[in-house]
């Protein structure tokens, strides 16, 4: 749902997918084709970013998202950042745990 509201939201220039469910790697490379795309930015959807996203998402194997997106011809930029590392994110994510505690607590 999250990926239909950035591609109503954005002039389609942002995509989520995923490594185990829909939309895919495969699903995202079709949407690029025939578009005037040169340079795509990879990031992680993740609050932390490690392992996960520095083998599968901007590792050199073949499998790798960059490696696929290379081999397709675009210049790949991999932003390894977790969700969790940008203050904004942080901040939010304290606002609603704040809520969720004085909900509890009225209970």
């Not at 795309?37 to 998402?57: C, E, N, Q, S, T």
């Not at 960059?66 to 977790?82: D, T």
Request: aromatic residues 10%; glycine residues 8%; proline residues 5%.
């Amino acid at each position: 749902e999250l990926n239909q509201v950035f591609q109503a939201e954005t002039e389609k220039s942002i995509f989520l997918c995923t490594y185990e469910a829909k939309p895919g790697m495969e699903e995202v490379m079709a949407e690029l084709k025939g578009r005037p795309v040169k340079r795509i930015h990879l990031a992680p959807f993740l609050l932390a970013a490690g392992y996960h996203a520095r083998k599968d998402m901007a590792g050199p194997g073949k499998e790798s998202w960059r490696s696929i997106c290379e081999e397709a011809g675009y210049e790949v930029v991999c932003h390894l950042n977790g969700l969790g590392e940008y203050p904004k994110v942080r901040e939010r994510i304290l606002f609603h745990l704040g809520e969720i505690i004085r909900f509890k607590n009225t209970r």
